[in-house]
């Protein structure tokens, strides 16, 4: 048993002594159970249990200013092991805090530059509204036109109404997925592309199966469509409201022309509607793909700022220069080899440079 002034050190085994224990609770307060400050030397050395004199102020974790330190005071006649290891050791793994052989130090909190939000902003995408526009259109076609006659088992009424919610699925979920995969996101947009391309190759196959020839570019029903354009969002705090009542009042303007009776209007207007959506997406597939030359990926955007935040702590510590170019150093575990588990300071212009230090 070692006396440190106010502080004494027993080692676990002999705590489960009772005449000890007793002894040691009339003038002393159980604080922790100590373990060597780097965790690979566990293993190594027999851990301790650290008491206190009594009547040390108790200090709780919550008014601990960044920087301070404190001795953690855990009172009790009858202590049991289990409770006490469990959460001083959560406590050594938590990035928060500091614990060396007597005391905790609440570091400062780390402030990263990313950040997820819950947004919906497919909601602005006219590709999208157009998307749900084919979607609305293609039920109300197929209840019109699909019957037992053409379309038996309904294999048609399935594909054709799947292929259009698809693509509305899709856009929005590339869209959520921006944030966090922009990979993910080009992905998914691509996606929604490839259903419609099905959802209009079904309608040319019904054209031609009807008879229905596809408008001339120099046509004037072609020309009078193409006129037709969306008005611009004007959003407000309900945006699903108002997102719900631009899809409604955008239809109206199609409708007379998807929902015309001939079957030549009617087919020839919802095949230019989707050939102008797919030329929407796959616009937006190169804008996503120059976003991600420019500014990277999520996990590169991550690792860079771990690494930034690795520097700073480091600079904000003293560590070391490097011996070949200067550079600050960050202390690394070696996770192969004879040193395996062990730490050392490594070069941040790792693999550029590769100096290293010896803790």
Not at 197 to 204: A, H, I, K, N, T
């Amino acid at each position: 048993m070692k006396n440190c002034s106010t502080e004494i050190s027993v080692p676990l085994e002999r705590q489960s002594a009772t005449n000890l224990t007793k002894r040691l609770q009339k003038q002393y307060t159980l604080i922790k159970l100590a373990r060597p400050s780097n965790r690979h030397d566990w293993h190594r050395t027999s851990p301790r249990v650290i008491w206190r004199k009594k009547g040390v102020q108790r200090t709780k974790l919550s008014k601990l200013e960044n920087g301070e330190s404190i001795t953690l005071p855990i009172s009790g006649k009858v202590v049991n092991f289990v409770f006490l290891i469990v959460p001083i050791f959560l406590l050594y793994l938590c990035d928060n805090f500091s614990i060396n052989r007597t005391v905790i130090t609440l570091k400062p909190p780390t402030i990263m530059s990313i950040t997820i939000k819950s947004i919906k902003g497919y909601y602005f995408l006219d590709a999208w509204i157009f998307a749900n526009i084919i979607q609305q259109a293609t039920l109300v076609f197929c209840k019109k036109h699909l019957n037992l006659k053409n379309d038996p088992c309904g294999r048609m009424f399935d594909q054709m109404t799947m292929a259009a919610r698809s693509a509305v699925a899709n856009i929005a979920e590339g869209s959520s997925r921006r944030q966090t995969s922009k990979e993910t996101e080009m992905k998914l947009t691509d996606v929604a592309r490839a259903s419609l391309s099905e959802l209009l190759g079904d309608y040319f196959s019904f054209s031609l199966a009807n008879n229905v020839t596809p408008w001339l570019k120099e046509s004037d029903n072609y020309k009078n469509f193409n006129l037709i354009q969306l008005a611009p969002p004007n959003y407000t705090t309900n945006i699903e409201y108002d997102a719900w009542m631009r899809i409604k009042n955008e239809y109206q303007k199609f409708a007379p022309w998807i929902e015309h009776p001939n079957i030549d209007v009617c087919l020839n207007s919802l095949m230019m509607l989707i050939n102008r959506t797919i030329s929407m997406l796959q616009k937006m597939i190169g804008s996503q793909l120059d976003t991600f030359k420019q500014e990277g990926g999520f996990t590169e955007n991550l690792t860079q700022e771990r690494r930034d935040t690795q520097i700073q702590q480091a600079e904000q510590g003293g560590a070391p220069s490097c011996p070949i170019c200067g550079g600050v150093m960050i202390k690394h575990v070696a996770k192969r080899g004879a040193n395996s588990g062990r730490e050392f300071w490594g070069c941040a212009n790792y693999p550029n440079c590769k100096g290293t230090k010896n803790l």
